[in-house]
């Protein structure tokens, strides 16, 4: 990626939330506070920036990231909330993540989704990441705003140590409350199902529910079987249409998702990128692939992708998408 090393820091007054609004209205990244740990923001509906983020982090792969909203009503354009996700939205806002079926609406882009059906959101507390969500009136991924494998941070020094250069703007809001990453809960199935601890404890939750919560984090990590959240092994979008790794030719029938100057002989062709950039190429990879599934070809040609910076998350999406089906 481009390494901008004019990073700034800055105290979370009402100008600089709306500077840091502005940043993420044109497509760049910005540091916040949460109650949890800090985040690092993008506009959710923004595939190229969502695709920034995942570079500035170094994020192995692209797990699905946690859309954040102002309330529960601004969740609710996002997924769809049965009788399980209503009874657990009162907890709201606070360090709960609720994982639900994508709205047919939903803004979010399929990159932050990671191509799912369903939708991470959450109604964060803290009162920057607040004004920054009134600020900005759009819903915001964020992961913890750290390079993939380090310390979340819970102060606007540890995203300095690790992200000065690689974002646009970092809001200090002083050290997160809680200091552990949210909570997550699937309201999917009859039963929800705790997918990763956190910050609201089990037993709060059990409280709302008034029952038992049944946990899946273990057997999930274990099964690698659609997994639906960060901070977990990530899932795909696995088309029906059967994908051809690190094509080099053009098969009669085949569709081709290209990366480059295209192959010549495919009747459907959507390109990654045409000058080879490896952040476009993530930001139009979910999009591109439905679109070629739903094109009726016999297979989806698959060119060469290099295997380096968001290329290694690229080739391990469509190697897992490409991977035989277990019946």
């Given at each position: 990626m481009n390494v901008d090393l004019t990073t700034r820091v800055v105290s979370a007054d009402a100008p600089a939330i709306a500077d840091a609004a502005r940043v993420l209205r044109a497509g760049g990244l910005v540091a916040f506070p949460?109650?949890?740990?800090?985040?690092?923001?993008?506009?959710?509906?923004?595939?190229?920036a969502v695709a920034k983020l995942y570079a500035a982090?170094?994020?192995?792969?692209?797990?699905?990231?946690?859309?954040?909203?102002?309330?529960?009503?601004?969740?609710?354009?996002?997924?769809?909330?049965?009788?399980?996700?209503?009874?657990?939205?009162?907890?709201?806002?606070?360090?709960?993540?609720?994982?639900?079926?994508?709205?047919?609406?939903c803004p979010v882009a399929d990159l932050a989704t990671a191509g799912l059906d369903t939708v991470a959101v959450r109604v964060p507390s803290h009162p920057v990441a607040r004004a920054l969500l009134a600020a900005l009136r759009e819903p915001i991924v964020a992961p913890s705003a750290n390079r993939s494998g380090h310390v979340s941070p819970t102060t606007a020094a540890h995203v300095r140590d690790d992200l000065a250069g690689r974002i646009d703007l970092i809001l200090d809001g002083g050290t997160a409350p809680v200091g552990l990453e949210s909570t997550i809960v699937a309201c999917i199935d009859a039963e929800p199902v705790l997918l990763r601890f956190g910050g609201l404890p089990r037993a709060e939750i059990e409280r709302?529910?008034?029952?038992?919560?049944?946990?899946?984090?273990?057997?999930?990590?274990?099964?690698?079987?659609?997994?639906?959240?960060?901070?977990?092994?990530?899932?795909?979008?696995?088309?029906?249409?059967?994908?051809?790794?690190?094509?080099?030719?053009?098969?009669?029938?085949?569709?081709?998702?290209?990366?480059?100057?295209?192959?010549?002989?495919?009747?459907?062709?959507?390109?990654?990128?045409?000058?080879?950039?490896?952040?476009?190429?993530?930001a139009n990879l979910f999009s591109h692939l439905r679109a070629l599934d739903a094109a009726g070809a016999s297979a989806i040609a698959v060119m060469p992708i290099p295997h380096h910076e968001l290329g290694e998350a690229i080739n391990d999406r469509l190697a897992r998408a490409a991977a035989p089906r277990m019946l």
């Open positions: 949460t109650e949890t740990v800090y985040g690092l923001g993008a506009d959710a509906a923004n595939a190229l982090k170094g994020r192995p792969s692209f797990n699905p990231l946690i859309a954040h909203v102002l309330d529960a009503t601004a969740a609710r354009m996002l997924g769809r909330f049965d009788r399980n996700a209503e009874q657990l939205a009162a907890l709201w806002p606070g360090p709960l993540t609720l994982v639900v079926p994508r709205a047919p609406a709302v529910l008034g029952r038992q919560l049944v946990s899946n984090e273990a057997a999930a990590v274990e099964t690698g079987e659609a997994l639906l959240a960060p901070g977990m092994l990530s899932s795909h979008y696995a088309p029906r249409t059967r994908l051809r790794l690190d094509a080099t030719r053009i098969d009669a029938g085949e569709a081709l998702l290209a990366f480059g100057p295209p192959l010549p002989g495919a009747a459907r062709v959507l390109n990654l990128s045409a000058t080879g950039d490896l952040v476009e190429a993530a």
